[in-house]
């Protein structure tokens, strides 16, 4: 119904389905899309334009991918044998032929002339943040997911949050930016050893928490979520003008709605890899590259 364009909450539902029993019992059994059009109307189902659906199967399969208008199915070639142990391809270089099906996707969407795009599958930080990127906010799109059972849209109004609150920890010379986004939990021990782990050239890392401390309750609606996307992308601006950097490495740790709305704003910044965490004590491994 969302994709649609209709109408979506319980009440919405409630009313399409009296609807739809109410022709079973007085015998309708065929009905034209005019038709269908004259009984949304009549029930005031009716809430906006259509949006295209991207599925997106990464680390489990959907069990609807026909109603689905762009579909990817990644799932064999990530390692484990079940979603939860689905964290990284089985080879490296398959990370860069997901981001290259999902351009082409993208870009049939975008001949097709779409503007709102409903994002739906199983998928990890990573990707959901690679797929708020490549539909971004400066090419005109909305980008929406169902967190959960609520609705979270790139543009649900604004719902101020308290500043984020950032720590720095210096790691040693280089021309690189490392920043962790810990929403749900605090990765920055995490992220600290595997950057060190790994020699990763980062003068520095921010770690971006709420206000309130992180943990899965943090964001309260698609409203906040939006704001937190703000406020995480401008804290990077505003930490890149005071230290420029040639890159930025990104590791998040929150719900897969905001990476996809972070994504989303992701502009304006430096190219940009984001990692995948593979898991307590396992640390990351280098995911997508985004030319932010």
């Known amino acids: 119904m969302l994709a649609a364009g209709l109408r979506h909450d319980e009440a919405a539902l409630e009313t399409g389905i009296a609807a739809a029993a109410g022709w079973v019992r007085a015998g309708r059994r065929v009905l034209t899309a005019d038709e269908i059009r004259q009984e949304i109307a009549a029930l005031a189902l009716q809430r906006g334009r259509r949006s295209a659906i991207l599925l997106v199967q990464a680390i489990d399969r959907d069990p609807h991918p026909e109603d689905a208008t762009e579909v990817l199915d990644w799932v064999d070639c990530h390692r484990g044998v079940s979603p939860m142990s689905r964290a ?132 309260g609606s698609a409203g906040e979520a939006v704001a937190y996307a703000q406020a995480i992308r401008n804290t990077v601006r505003l930490e890149l003008e005071q230290q420029p950097a040639d890159r930025i490495h990104l590791f998040l740790a929150g719900p897969g709605g905001l990476a996809l709305l972070l994504g989303h704003r992701w502009n304006r910044l430096a190219p940009t890899t984001v990692y995948e965490h593979l898991g307590p004590g396992r640390g990351y491994t280098p995911a997508f590259y985004v030319d932010a």
């Open 88 to 219: 990284e391809p089985i080879s490296q270089i398959q990370w860069t032929d997901m981001a290259s099906e999902l351009e082409r996707a993208v870009g049939r969407l975008r001949d097709d002339g779409v503007r709102d795009v409903l994002v739906r599958g199983a998928m990890r930080q990573a990707t959901f943040f690679l797929v708020g990127a490549k539909l971004a906010h400066v090419t005109g799109r909305t980008v929406s997911y169902l967190q959960q059972r609520d609705l979270w849209a790139s543009n649900a109004p604004f719902v101020p949050v308290p500043a984020l609150d950032l720590r720095r920890t210096e790691i040693g010379p280089g021309r690189t930016l490392a920043v962790a986004v810990g929403i749900a939990v605090d990765p920055m021990r995490a992220v600290v050893d595997y950057i060190r782990d790994r020699s990763i050239d980062a003068a520095g890392l921010i770690t971006l928490t709420p206000a309130g401390g992180a943990h899965d309750q943090a964001i």
